[in-house]
Structures are given as C-alpha cells and as structure tokens.
C-alpha cells in the first residue's frame, strides 16, 4: 500500500508538474481553465493565480532567474511571479500550422526548452516535438496526434516520449535519434501520458483513462510497478522533495463521465506519493528572454 496525500486543486486539466527545488515547492497548470499553481510542501499551501492567456496551454518551463516560460495556443510566455505579468515571447509553429496545432507536453535540459505539439483536434498524425535553443526551433519526431512527455536522461543520452494515441512509449537515442519502441498499453491500462524518470533505469507514466501510475524497468519494458489513483484521467507524474523520492501527480476532471465521478471521486484532484525510488533532477533552464 502507498500512503497518498491529496491536493484539492479542482484541475478541469491539471498538468506540467515540476519540482521547484530552490523554494521547496511545486508549480504546475491547469490547461482548461488557464491558471498556475504554486504548493508549498513545508507549509502545505496551495495558490492559484489566473492567467489571461488563450487555452488550452500547454506547459510550464522555469527559469534560473526566477521567472517561468509558459506556453499556450498562441506561442510561448515569460510570466514574472513578481507582479504576474505575461510577455509574449514566440511561437515555434510555422504559419500555416498555427489553426490546427497547438501546443503541448514538454521538459527542460539545461540550455533546451524542450516543447511537444498535438493536432487541436486529436484526430490527424500532425503533432511533433523538439527542442528550442538559441531562438531556433529543432525538430526530432513528428507523425503524432498528440506529443506527450517527454522525459530525458542525459548521462544515457536518451529520451523518452509518449504516443499516447498510439498507447506507444519510445526511447530515442539523442546521439543518432535512432528509436524503439519500450511499452505498448493494452485498452485496460489507459494511455501513456506524462512520464518521469528514477535514477534505478525506471520510467514512471501517468495513465490517462487507467487511474494509475505506473513505474516501467527500462531493463525489461514491463510495468513492475503501480499504483491506483482515485481519479480516472492521470496526466502528468514528476518526483519532488529534497530527496526526490515523492512522486507529484496531476489529473484532469474533464471526460470523466458523470457516472463514474463517484468512483473517482477526486478526478481533478493533485497527489503526493511516497515511494522507494529517487527521481532524476530537472533542472531550471539556463535561458534568458
């Protein structure tokens, strides 16, 4: 049994957890009904601010300096937590994508903001993902309804993404993007979507429609581990605390029939969860904007 603490947060879409490790807090979004929320775990506060950005938004990448890119429909974001001010800052799509794209999951290496795109829709094979450095957009994959992950382990040089359309987890190389396929989900397990790493080569995944997260042995690609959720739609996991052995995790409220919210009584909720495993650090990016 996992000992779960739960956040009230009342996410129509919760994603985009990360653990902000200067201040001991966790910063994560909702993309429905556009806010931000900033968890304090040593006090065990929750603040939300609204944000007067176009939805869905798609994720949050913090700052060394303090600041956070967010990114939504229209582009990219500098938000300041000072006084709450947005700054646009661009949009990686080209111009005839920008009425059926937007954008997505993503992650941080140090000098890469690293960014996923979906169809708006979730019914055509356009959504892709890359990195943007140096106020250039690079492209790695593309052919997805909807980009979800990813999650990076630099001292491997690999990455880690998720088809969630596909029910489909991939490794990359990044040395020569050569990819494989880790997982594929059976119906009853729901659809991988945000992922995170520990540093025992496991992979943690987030079970949208499955009220689970789930831990994968790189080793073998079988789930060796999981924990259930009460809530249907799980969509993003990442580790937090001074060790990194709690495990965040969000979900969402929408598309969780009315008949079963009695079940999953905390659909839209957010979860802390002890486990026996430390996570690998994502770090604050080194950009400036």
């Known amino acids: 049994m996992f000992d779960i603490d739960i956040i009230d947060s009342k996410t129509a879409l919760g ?8 201040t001991n807090e966790i910063v994560f979004l909702d993309l429905f009904k556009p806010h931000i929320f900033f968890y304090s775990i040593q006090a065990k506060k929750l603040n939300k601010i609204k944000l007067n950005l176009p939805k869905p938004l798609g994720n949050i990448y913090p700052l060394q300096n303090g600041k956070f890119v967010i990114s939504c429909f229209n582009g990219l974001y500098l938000f300041n937590r000072k006084n709450n001010n947005l700054k646009y800052i661009v949009d990686v799509r080209a111009l005839g994508e920008k009425k059926d794209i937007s954008y997505n999951d993503g992650t941080i290496t140090k000098d890469k903001l690293w960014i996923g795109l979906c169809h708006i829709k979730e019914t055509d094979n ?3 993902f890359g990195y943007f450095k140096n106020n250039k957009f690079y492209e790695i994959d593309r052919g ?3 980009s979800n992950g990813p999650a990076i382990n630099e001292k491997r040089n690999k990455l880690y993404f998720s ?6 987890i991939y490794e990359y190389d990044l040395k020569n993007l050569k990819k494989k396929k880790v997982i594929k989900f059976n119906k009853k397990q729901g659809f991988p979507d945000g992922i995170a790493l520990d540093d025992e080569n496991g992979l943690w995944v987030a079970h949208w429609a499955g009220a689970q997260v789930s831990r994968i042995n790189l080793k073998t690609s079988k789930i060796d581990l999981s924990i259930k959720i009460p809530a249907l739609n799980i969509t993003s996991v990442t580790f ?3 060790n990194l052995s709690h495990l965040f995790v969000t979900s969402a409220k929408i598309e969780t029939p009315p008949y079963l919210l009695e079940k999953y009584n905390h659909s839209g909720s957010s979860f802390i969860i002890k486990t026996n495993y430390n996570g690998i650090r994502i770090p604050y990016s080194s950009m400036n904007f």
């Open 126 to 128: 356009l959504g892709y």
């Open 144 to 146: 997805f309804k909807v």
């Open 163 to 168: 088809d969630s359309f596909n029910s489909c």
């Open 240 to 242: 937090i605390g001074k």
């Open 15 to 22: 994603e985009s957890g990360f653990y902000l490790y200067k």
